[in-house]
């Protein structure tokens, strides 16, 4: 029995012998675990929403070891602080423990969007743009995961 990498996100560093064309090098990946004890599979982004991807069809099993090693382990989709200031191009400027939602484009690099709150608003709500900055290697594996709880709406009644 081969390992294979625990269900997350992953950014390709090489083709995938036998689907190139599918998941060339340099492409966001999700890995999971089918449900019906098919084994591990590997899939291509398909829709996003609220700066966070959904998966669908189609999928394709993972049978190689070698190219699963290969695949490099991105952090969570979610929201986390800022471990440093980043500087913004044209001068602005993100404050060191800014909450920040991250996100992926479809090249698997990390983009964080930074909370606002609205202070002529009337909820109490925090609100991230759809526009996001792209972020490097380095600051993606040092931010500081924000547990900042989902919560489900009530069914309608």
Known sequence: M????????YRTTEPYPGHDDQFPAGVLVFV??????GGSFVVRPGANRRNRWFWGEPTTIL???SWAKSLRKLPPEGFYTLPEAVELEGGGRWLKNAIVQLGYNEQGQGIIFVAE????????DLHFSDRGVPVSDS???RL??????????????
């Open 2 to 9: 081969f390992e294979l990498p625990d269900a997350g996100l």
């Open 32 to 37: 999971g675990q089918s449900t019906n004890g």
């Open 63 to 65: 049978r190689s070891p």
């Open 117 to 124: 709150w609205h202070e002529a608003g009337t909820d109490n």
């Open 139 to 141: 600051l993606l594996e």
């Open 144 to 157: 500081i995961w924000a547990p900042i709880l989902p919560v489900q709406e009530p069914p309608a009644t």
